[in-house]
């Protein structure tokens, strides 16, 4: 299945902003993090078809998923 | 006889009253420069120094923030730009909590913080610069931690909160404290080129969602370190989300993140409501 990657803020540096990328049936948002690379403790938003999903939500064919990092300076 | 509401008057020149003439008044009359300015505003009469925020609010909306008491919770990054901000525009009374003093990695950002001041406390640096940029302002200095057992006294009289801290734990704590007050929240977090910036009205669970998936520890801060120009640009929305809610204008960032990256000049601005539904 056909899954668009979005990527914000750090975690484009050496990956990229938008990709359509290709992923087995019932591959979740964890699944996705990992194959990227993305330590989940520094996972922060993420979202599905703009709707708040966690990481283990499944993916379908077609979903939009953004993956923001977890901002806390001060 | 001569009072300070009539000599006040006297002295306004085209409806404003020159700082000169502000600080006359306060030597003459013996009160301080607070006294004279809530005297002119009552009337009327704009002190000088805030002439060019007036096409942006009235001299009633001007008494409106001189009579206002803000909290901001750190005194780092966002705190110092935070503070300066605030006391520039006339908000009359800022509490300022932060346990820290100045260290060397703080120059390249920390407003208030130089070599002279290393080692000293980021409160009483607060408080110096406050007095020097604009005396009618009260800033009270705490030097503390904040959290869910003094939380309540350190916001006590304040209408806002404001966030500058660097702890996302102690957030989530804030968050919960305000909603207990009933006061409203404004949240500012930074990492590198990053930011993000949103309003939390008492019940929404804005910083929980922001901060669902946190478990413990840092966010990519720790990694990404915190250039100069990132604290500014966040305090500064910060600070115009602070002063919509004083003066009840414009929109505000409830149930909104507002997410910015200065690398790619990129702008989103999410939906953070139901996200728990």
New interface residues.
């Given amino acids: 299945m056909q899954v668009t990657v979005k990527l ?3 975690f ?1 540096t050496g990956r990229f ?1 938008t990709a359509r990328i290709d992923y087995p049936d019932g591959t979740t948002v964890a699944d996705v993090a990992d194959r990227l690379k993305l330590p ?8 599905v078809n ?1 709707r ?1 999903v ?2 283990e939500h499944v993916l379908a064919e077609g979903d939009s998923l ?1 993956l ?7 | 006889m001569d009072t300070l509401p009539i000599f006040v008057r006297d002295r306004a020149e085209a409806q404003m009253l020159p700082w000169q003439r502000q600080v006359e008044a306060a030597g003459r009359f013996g009160v301080t420069m607070a006294q004279v300015e809530e005297v002119a505003l009552e009337r009327g009469i704009l002190p000088a120094r805030y002439q060019r925020n007036r096409k942006a609010m009235t001299v009633s909306d001007q008494l409106t923030l001189f009579r206002s008491s803000v909290a901001v919770i750190g005194c780092g990054g966002l705190g110092g730009y935070i503070v300066e901000e605030l006391a520039r525009l006339g908000v009359g009374r800022i509490v300022v909590v932060d346990p820290d003093v100045f260290e060397e990695h703080n120059l390249n950002r920390q407003l208030f913080s130089s070599p002279a001041n290393l080692g000293h406390a980021k409160v009483e640096a607060a408080l110096k610069r406050v007095t020097m940029v604009n005396p009618a302002v009260t800033l009270v200095p705490i030097r503390t931690a904040f959290s869910l057992e003094n939380g309540s006294d350190l916001l006590a009289g304040c209408s806002i909160a404001v966030d500058a801290l660097d702890s996302i734990q102690v957030r989530l704590e804030l968050a919960e404290v305000c909603t207990a007050l009933g006061i409203p929240l404004v949240h500012g977090a930074i990492a590198g080129w990053f930011g993000h910036v949103t309003t939390q009205f008492p019940g929404d669970d804005a910083l929980q969602t922001i901060y669902r998936s946190w478990k413990s520890g840092k966010g990519v801060e720790e990694t990404l370190g915190n250039p100069s120009f990132t604290p500014a640009v966040i305090a500064s929305l910060e600070v115009a989300e602070v002063c919509k809610l004083l003066l009840h204008q414009g929109t505000n960032l409830r149930g909104r993140q507002l997410i910015i990256d200065l690398l790619s000049m990129d702008v989103n601005i999410i939906d953070i409501r139901d996200a728990n539904r």
């Fill in positions: 914000f803020a750090s484009r902003e989940h403790a520094e996972l922060g938003i993420m979202m703009n708040h966690k990481l953004a923001f990092p977890l901002l806390g300076g001060g």
